[in-house]
């Protein structure tokens, strides 16, 4: 069974950064592609940023030029590094996994809560 356990949320100002990091276990890391996903209250989850084995990478419009997502595959993490955060990025942010040739992510961490503030 696939596990995701993700850290680095916290509480920041407008303008700084955060890193989000999701260890997975369970499974062979390489046939996932791994995605961050978030919900802020009262709206639907969101997609933010995909990345695949070989690093390609997918962002939402919202994040673009502002967040990268990477993979270390050495080490089983993904991470979803968020520059130049502002309050609308405050929301819950999943980690989640899919494999290879499967449109539907299948796998969700905990969530990690990020809030900022203006």
């Known amino acids: 069974q696939v596990q995701l356990v993700e850290s680095g949320g916290g509480l920041v100002q407008a303008g700084d950064s955060l890193r989000l990091s999701c260890v997975f276990s369970?499974?062979?890391?390489?046939?996932?592609?791994m995605g961050w996903f978030r919900q802020a209250p009262g709206k639907e989850r969101e997609f933010v940023a995909a990345?695949?084995?070989?690093?390609?990478?997918n962002l939402a419009d919202s994040v673009k030029g502002r967040f990268t997502i990477s993979r270390d595959n050495a080490k089983n993490t993904v991470y979803l590094q968020m520059n130049s955060l502002k309050p609308e990025d405050t929301a819950v942010y999943y980690c989640?996994?899919?494999?290879?040739?499967?449109?539907?992510?299948?796998?969700w961490g905990q969530g990690t809560q990020v809030t900022v503030s203006s």
């Open positions: 990345v695949t084995w070989g690093g390609n990478t």
């Open positions: 989640a996994g899919r494999e290879s040739l499967v449109d539907r992510y299948d796998y």
């Open positions: 369970g499974r062979t890391f390489a046939r996932y592609v």
